[in-house]
């Protein structure tokens, strides 16, 4: 147990209420728009795999042939299984409609009632994958066993070739690693697709795709078996296919993802109420699967100083948390993000770490908080990096954190070597060994310097989160509140792929989802 920081409990309330109301007007924004990737999402969850000659999946040709037709405001599922009746599956229909060979129509009467019985029993095998994942999941863990100690040691792969990764994954699994995160490649976030198949030609990381999915969560298993302890795969459900690379990780099996509420918006320059609308649902798949989130606060700390933000990270975290909770996702899939990223020239500065660390910790008691290691500071200096490295693992023990990513002595020199990662797990194992339960040993003073700093913090947070109640979320990204990037809600890429719901709005996925995500805070709010 991390030790206990003097918050007051009025103020952490305060926090949480100020969060649900910046939030109110951002869901209300999600539940009443729809975006193609979340339409292109129930179709993969209706069983259609597959892409064109161009590589264009099919999915989008699908989508597209009935946004050009009828919109996308409607849903999309009615149009195209009405069309169904004069094809023998999704993907004869796709391809006619890629030729444009379909004419699409929204139906009605016992047209409409046929088309919707369709559509949802094809939807319901998608979500039967997803719980038999989940199912399968369960079962491992406990056949083989979790990992013996927490943190959870998290580490990256990133070669650009699936095949490339299986070895180097299992490797690390072997060396010690409990989590791996396959790395996406480079822009793939912007594309307006998913790839399909293995790919062996990714750029800084390898592509996220089914195939690679399936590949690497086998190839995780036979390791898991080998080393005693189930091994967690992780991946990035962000960018423009959110929706649709959640929907894969589910009915795959992955363990993590990446998805953060504002990541996309500050990162990616990706339109505010696309990255919403998508967030939302994805983070419902998220539940329905089982699937642990981490969330992306580090990053705002790469572009800001990390001292004079910390109060925007916290800000970001009980925002997150707020989404995640009426998306249905509980605390112990909440995977928040913070990180180690002052600027070690700064006079105690490791005590300003303990401080935001344990700020985090207890706030969040119950969710899988996601510690990242140093980045912005290193300076190429090998051996200053892993010193900082191992100060960080430290910080990580100290303060109970739940998953902790392995830095790297070369970070910004070089991509990793697995030597370079050998060393770095040589760093963490240690330092878990040494300073296992010194947790329970560190309790700094109540009136001392890390207390104050935590109790500095939160308040600037709430300061800041009344602020953003009164001139709206939306506003204050537009202002650069976050990361110092200043994003306007009517610019960004792929604004022109959101649409509102008309009244006759209809998706089988959105209303499955809906019906077994319930909002987490439901029963707080309703106390109060």
Known sequence: MA???????????????????????????????????????TLRLAGLTGADP???????????????????????ALPVFHALKDFPDLDRLAHAAAADGVRFTLPTGNDARTARERATAAVQHGFDRIDRSRGRRDELVAEIGDPPQRPWIYLIVATGDIYEDIPQAQAAAKAGADVIAVIRSTGQSLLDYVPEGATREGFAGTYATGENFRLMRAALDETSREVGRYIRLTNYASGLCMPEIAALAGMHRLDMMLNDSMYGILFRDINPIRTFVDQRFSRQVHARAGIIINTGEDNYLTTADAVEAAHTVTVSQLLNERFAHEAGLPDPLLGLGHAFEINPEVPESFRLELAHALLARQLFPDAPLKWMPPTKHMTGDVFRGNLLDGFFNLAGVMTGQSILLVGMMTEAVVTP?????????????YVLSACAGLAEDFHPPKDGFIADRANQVLGEAVELLGKIVDDGLLD?????????????ADGGRGLDGVAKRAEDYWNPAAEELDRTSPDQDAPMEAAR
């Open 3 to 41: 030790a206990e920081l003097p918050l007051d409990p009025a103020v952490v309330a305060q926090a949480r209420r100020l969060a649900a109301k910046a939030a109110q007007p951002v869901v209300d924004l999600a539940r009443s728009h729809t975006t193609v990737s979340v339409e292109r999402a």
């Open 54 to 76: 161009d590589g264009i999946p099919w999915v989008n040709r699908l989508a597209d042939a009935v946004q050009e037709q009828v919109g996308i405001e409607h849903g999309i």
């Open 417 to 429: 070597w697995l030597s370079d990662r050998d060393i770095a797990l040589q760093n963490v194992r």
């Open 476 to 488: 204050a990204i537009a202002d650069g509140t976050f990361g110092i990037m200043k994003r306007p």
